[in-house]
């Protein structure tokens, strides 16, 4: 047997690859899911190297909302066409979106519902919602509107309460998922109660942005979709008032032991000389422990701190235990003397009675139009 050239066999190599090729449509790189087995139409999603596409009905999407329709319509046509079932099939590129979200509004489009799931997980919802709001599909979901809302009202989220925790265990990205699928479909319950508990767990960072902390702190200035526009200043506004309240609380403390009298109310009959020895008493626990908590003074204005509510209130709470403490040090019959933990908590679901609702009117009036789309009665 004669023996082959080792260049002639690696040409022949090259040449066998490059016909196999040049005859390997270029479809098959694309991930292919049918939604309409009979559709003229192939929508291409992704990029170069993580790409999805959808078989549709054109007139299906005419039918849909325009700008859904414009992406059918307006969209540039490319690569090669090639014959199905008589007719041509056109591929085009309606954009880099999440391909797994874009096939179950696609589906819902060609009444394909077996295919839409009812309790998925928060991120695929989240995902759901921001292409219902692109393409204006929020409708068009209402028959798996109240089992969303179910998967939305269980994510929860509980922030790191100081360094010592671990934050690695910690995710907070469920909660704002949650968050923005409550805002789309309208339930003006749960979006106030994640808003008002969203505020009371950011910090600020060195540039002053909202901070959510988890395992991975989200700057809350870069997340597109949390809600209304204004809902950053929104929080800002909320937890400025919540620290002001915890501030007021101390200061009311202080003067009422330093500029409006003897706050004493010892048991029974007490000398004016002993009531002054008994705040100077208080008012001497409370700097001691305000200085053990938080190693210097309370901020006098709530810029001056970029802690969240929710770790300022927790370091408060902690300084009035420490108070209560000291009270075995107090004379006799002045036990009662010092603040209680009642009088924070007390002032605490006062302030939050005053602030009321973190939603405005406009929010209110967005919520109700969604809602009437989405189905839901409440």
């Avoid at 319950?189 to 960072?205: G, R």
């Amino acid at each position: 047997m004669e023996a082959c050239d080792p260049l002639t066999l690696a040409f022949s190599g090259i040449r066998l690859a490059l016909s196999k090729l040049l005859i390997t449509p270029l479809g098959t790189a694309f991930d292919r899911i049918v939604i309409d087995s009979d559709g003229d139409l192939i929508l291409r999603c992704g990029n170069s190297w993580n790409n999805r596409e959808f078989q549709v009905c054109s007139a299906a999407l005419r039918r849909a909302p325009p700008r859904l329709a414009s992406v059918e319509e307006n969209a540039v046509w490319r690569m090669d066409r090639v014959q199905a079932r008589h007719r041509r099939m056109g591929r085009v590129a309606p954009g880099r979106q999440s391909r797994g979200v874009r096939g179950v509004i696609l589906s819902i489009i060609h009444a394909r519902f077996a295919l839409v799931p009812t309790s998925p997980n928060p991120l695929w919802l989240f995902n759901v919602m921001v292409l219902c709001n692109k393409y204006d599909k929020t409708h068009t979901v209402r028959p798996w509107t109240k089992n969303w809302m179910t998967v939305a009202s269980q994510t929860t989220y509980e922030p790191p309460i100081n360094l010592v925790e671990d934050p690695s265990k910690i995710s907070a990205w469920p909660l704002l998922w949650s968050m923005y699928t409550a805002w789309e479909l309208g339930n003006e319950e749960l979006f106030a109660q994640k808003l008002t508990y969203l505020a009371e767990n950011v910090c600020l960072d060195k540039q002053g942005h909202l901070v959510l902390e988890g395992n991975v702190n989200i700057d809350l200035e870069t997340f597109y979709h949390l809600g209304p526009l204004d809902i950053l200043e929104t929080m800002r506004k909320r937890r400025h008032n919540m620290i002001r309240s915890v501030l007021i609380c101390f200061s009311f403390l202080v003067e009422r032991r330093t500029e409006n009298g003897p706050a004493c109310h010892a048991d029974g009959v007490v000398s004016e000389k002993e009531k002054e020895l008994c705040d100077m008493a208080v008012l001497g626990s409370l700097w001691k422990q305000i200085f053990r908590v938080r190693g210097a003074h309370l901020p006098k204005f709530t810029n001056k701190t970029d802690e969240s509510f929710r770790s300022f209130y927790q370091s408060a709470q902690d300084i009035v235990s420490g108070v209560l403490k000291d009270r075995e040090s107090f004379a006799d019959g002045h036990a009662n003397c010092a603040p209680v933990n009642s009088f924070l908590n007390k002032s605490l679901k006062i302030a939050r009675t005053m602030l009321g609702s973190p939603l405005a009117e406009g929010h209110k009036q967005y919520l109700k139009a969604q809602r009437d789309k989405s189905g839901l009665t409440s």
